[in-house]
């Protein structure tokens, strides 16, 4: 117990009185993550509502692909995107294992299927009369598309918070792909297994509360903007 | 509602353009593969920014178990390596993988245990007569089981003890050293650990030091440059001046005192020069 009020300690000496490390760190593990969400939703949201609205031999093999994909172990994307990034690997001249683009590019890997089964369910969730009610009333097979997903968008909301909170909290493949260096990818997550490996439990665990906060705050966020939209309807 | 989306949408694609970081030339950086003790130790916090000041490289410091970083390092995925498993280093010399295997420091380790001692090696000289005495006692022994450094030289004590250790006294964590020195106090068990690590988990483990300063039980650090052949971008130049500065005298001299201030003693002992015979 009084290691947890040490470390509530610990974590405001470090925000106030710290070196800016962990500033960096925090900021570091914000904006990869939310690049990655951000790529996996430009590339998750159209995926996903083609799946929803078009039927083709062979869907449900691909759908049932996306809600493997879903589950992608980060530590199996890692050690893959690892593979791919190596000097000797296929991508090996980008010359960027190592880097925080590296990082990126996992995250997105292990984003991207969450956004987009959580796209197809909710596109699906909207009444095939309602589409069938545009069309009729003259609207564009685009149109048709857009109108669907602004009706989808709250649920939508919950595959931005999954993805987002899905690669913020995860380790594997930022270990892999990022190498944990100092000052270049460490990442909350990183730094945690760090701070524990070497027995700093007090450090380690005011990482883990900022990382809960930031979650927190995130998904506070997002779950005021769906919740307004909701009383709004 | 559609604006409220519009701004998220903004919001998260000005942190999406936010320029990464600015990537330095390809043959300024360069990639050191290193155990995890070493980051550990905080030692490398020391001396790799006074070497990229000193030599204007840019540094990826990669902290693996040393199977792993020996392994990255003969497919060409890094461009010098520091280690601490000389049996396997020498390997990988012998294979032409690494080239100029150079000792830059040791430090050493201790078998600890159980106040209790049920094994009863306190004050045993040889440390393969401890773990000897342990399998006959068939005392918890927690192993590290990761091909690490320290692992290496575990397994190499067993195997001139004679002894093929086995379940279910002998315990495989998997892990690093500090988890390991977690889950042997736990279990009130045996395990091999570097002195460094001892010290920063010091306050946090109950277990006391049985048995040290047996040759054996000193952990030698080498750095070896990789050998350019291994892969397409081995930045061979910078492995080399890797290596220089960490056998320079200005170098040893900071690894002579580094870890007095925090442990009251230094942490290793510098041995630029000096061979493996000398040991």
Redesign the interface.
């Known amino acids: 117990m009084s290691l947890l009020v040490e470390a509530l300690r610990q974590a405001a000496s470090l925000l106030v009185g710290g070196d800016g490390e962990i500033w960096g760190i925090l900021w570091l593990s914000l904006r990869v993550s939310a690049t990655a969400t951000a790529i996996a939703l430009a590339l998750g949201i159209p995926f996903g509502a083609l799946l929803a609205l078009t039927r083709f031999p062979g869907r449900g093999l691909v759908v049932s692909a996306v809600n493997t994909g879903m589950g992608l172990p980060p530590v199996v994307v890692g050690l893959f995107i690892s593979l791919l990034l190596w000097r000797s690997g296929l991508l090996g001249v980008w010359e960027i294992l190592y880097t925080p683009t590296a990082i990126v590019i996992a995250q997105a890997v292990i984003a991207t299927p969450i956004v987009t089964g959580i796209t197809l369910a909710a596109v699906q969730n909207v009444p095939e009369r309602f589409r069938l009610q545009l069309v009729a009333l003259g609207a564009s097979r685009l149109q048709m598309v857009w109108v669907v997903l602004r009706e989808a968008r709250l649920p939508m909301l919950a595959a931005v918070m999954a993805g987002f909170g899905g690669i913020i909290s995860e380790i594997g493949a930022s270990m892999m792909v990022g190498g944990n260096i100092k000052g270049q990818t460490r990442t909350l997550t990183t730094a945690m297994v760090l701070e524990t490996g070497k027995g700093n439990f007090d450090v380690a665990i005011a990482l883990a509360i900022l990382l809960l906060v930031l979650i927190f705050l995130v998904n506070w966020a997002l779950t005021a903007i769906q919740q307004r939209g909701a009383s709004a309807r | 509602?559609?604006r409220?989306?519009a701004i998220?949408a903004l919001a998260?694609?000005a942190?999406?353009v936010?320029p990464?970081?600015a990537?330095p030339p390809?043959s300024r950086?360069m990639?050191l593969s290193t155990t995890?003790s070493t980051?550990?130790s905080?030692l490398l916090?020391v001396l790799v920014p006074q070497f990229e000041r000193k030599t204007g490289y840019s540094v990826?410091?990669?902290?693996v178990g040393t199977g792993q970083a020996l392994a990255l390092a003969a497919?060409?995925?890094a461009d010098v390596t520091l280690a601490h498993a000389p049996a396997l280093e020498k390997k990988y010399v012998d294979e032409g993988k690494m080239l100029n295997r150079r000792l830059v420091m040791y430090n050493d380790f201790a078998i600890i245990g159980p106040e209790a001692d049920p094994a009863k090696i306190k004050g045993e000289k040889s440390a393969v007569a401890a773990l000897t005495r342990i399998a006959e006692a068939k005392a918890r022994f927690v192993s590290r089981g990761d091909k690490s450094g320290t692992h290496t030289l575990e397994l190499n004590l067993w195997k001139q003890a004679g002894i093929t250790p086995a379940a279910p006294w002998y315990i495989e964590s998997g892990q690093?050293?500090?988890?390991t020195?977690g889950i042997a106090d736990d279990r009130q068990a045996y395990t091999i650990t570097d002195r460094a690590?001892l010290l920063?988990?010091a306050?946090?483990v109950g277990l006391k030091v049985m048995v040290e300063g047996d040759r054996p039980l000193l952990n030698i650090y080498s750095v070896m440059e990789v050998n350019p052949a291994n892969?397409?971008?081995?930045n061979a130049a910078a492995g080399k001046a890797f290596a220089d500065f960490m056998l320079s005298p200005e170098t040893q001299q900071v690894i002579k005192t580094f870890g007095v201030d925090k442990y009251g003693q230094p942490l290793f002992v510098p041995i630029a020069g000096r061979k493996d015979e000398d040991f």
Do not use: C, N, W, Y
Not at chain 2, 176 to 179: I, L, N, R, S, T
């Open positions: 509602m559609t409220r989306f998220l998260l694609l942190v999406a936010t990464l970081h990537q390809a950086t990639i995890t980051q550990d905080g916090d990826k410091t990669i902290s497919r060409g995925e690093g050293m500090g988890a020195l690590t920063a988990f306050k946090r892969g397409p971008r081995v």
